[in-house]
């Protein structure tokens, strides 16, 4: 009896609890690189990224080949080239808001979320900056960052004729729900 | 059961330790959407035979091939470079699905039209497993009439071309295609050659790195349907070896082929040359595309 006890005590302990959870689907993740010939700029609208409001831990997922680009041919070299999306499909950030959050009360405030930016097979140790709205139905969040590409071993070759800034500026917005499981 | 206790208790520690990439994990139950395959091949020919890709939306692409003299044709004609044949094309994508295009090759000094429309793109839902796209084509010959070709009317001059192109991109590096392939002449060059020609080609390409791909494609024409023979002996299967050069803007393909025609009809139907003998052709193709896409100018910034 006490083992039961136990067991059902540690696992509530460990694993999150959907209650505590909020999702934001289809959430938008573009980026912008500005260079003197031509600006280049990309957008994800499948974007996922769910919030522990008891632990403060929140990961962002999405598919790298999901971007999309105004010029097709951008769009290929993005992946063939530069993120390789055949071999590093899934780009991710995980991390815990180190400021408190009270997620009862509607209100905006500035938050800093640190963790691991994994993009391109390589994991960066980043602290982003954002802006975290609680509504009635849940969260919004702004977030601005700018990624070098260095950071994640993404080359430039000599030989091409498209200029690519070595830092390109992310923007990211999601609108959180409750999480609700799919069973 | 103190053991157990205190195992359970590091278990749920461990479980705090990993609980963001147990987020990470729950994530993964979401669906994102489907994920299409992209640049199965680097541009819209795998050497001399069409590929599965199509121009995207109001983007244009301007071609220009060459094929030089026979690797045999000796010093007098610098192993071939003396001479070559040319085919200029314009080639545009009316949607991300549907491009057409047109081109004048200097050999037979031929004209050739084509559409281009790709049915199904490879993703990875279970029920796309290839992409396919079909092709058709029609070509003119202009060359003025002579004893070895007469036209007697203009109808004569004309060649059509259907195609089905399959093609699966396997991993980042090898993608191959079929193309089972109809060619209808109007009228033949040699008079034992049948107007109607089946065959298909198998071709592929290797990526040796991110830029840089290695190619190859084979075009079989059946040469006997029942008991009759249906192609002149002179003619030969297409052969053809190259690579693929991406430098941003441009695509270079340089290759070694039997054939020196460029067009469908003349690569599949009339390829006279043979690997074994030494008649083969250096050419190369230089693909640009402009994008036309006012929106394109726009950024999502």
Redesign the interface.
Known sequence: MK?RL??V???L????IAQD?L?A?NAQV?F?SETPLE?????NK?????L?TK?N???V???V??FEF????M???F???YL????Y?VA?F???IQEKVDFGKEGTQTITAK?MLNMHGVAKERTLTGKLTITKTGATLACDFTVPLTDHKIEI?K????KIAEVITVKANYSFVHFES?K | ?KK??IF??L??????VS??????K?????S??P??A??TFKSTRVINGQSVETI??K?LDFRISHRFGALNSGFSNLWGLDESRIRIGLEYGLT?RLMIGAGRSSYQKTYDYFAKYKLLRQSNRWFEPVSIAVFAGAYTNTMPTSPDMKFYNNLERQMYVGQVLIARKF??RVSLQLSPTFLHRNKTESQIDENDVFGTGIGGRFKLS??TSFNAEYFYTVKKIGTAYVRDPQYKDCLSLGFDI?????VFQLHLSNSRGMIENQFIGATTGSWGKGDIFYGFNISR?F?F?K???????
């Not at chain 2, 278990?11 to 705090?16: A, M, P």
């Not at chain 2, 609980?19 to 990470?24: G, I, P, R, T, V």
């Open positions: 083992l136990l067991i005590f540690c696992f302990f460990g694993k999150a959870m999702i689907r573009s912008f600006n280049i700029s990309g957008l499948n974007v996922t990224a769910i522990n632990s831990d929140i990961a997922k999405m598919q080949a999901q105004p010029n097709k041919l769009q290929e070299h992946n063939e080239n390789e999306s055949d071999k499909p991710s995980t991390g815990k963790g070759p030989l091409v004729f498209e799919k | 059961m157990l206790a359970l208790f278990l749920s520690g461990l479980q705090v609980a963001q990439d147990d987020l990470l729950m994530l993964d139950n979401e994102t959407g994920l299409y992209t640049a995207a939306k983007h991300d991993n980042d991110k830029r991406e430098t941003g803007g441009h595309v994008s896409d929106n394109a100018k726009k950024t999502h910034k």
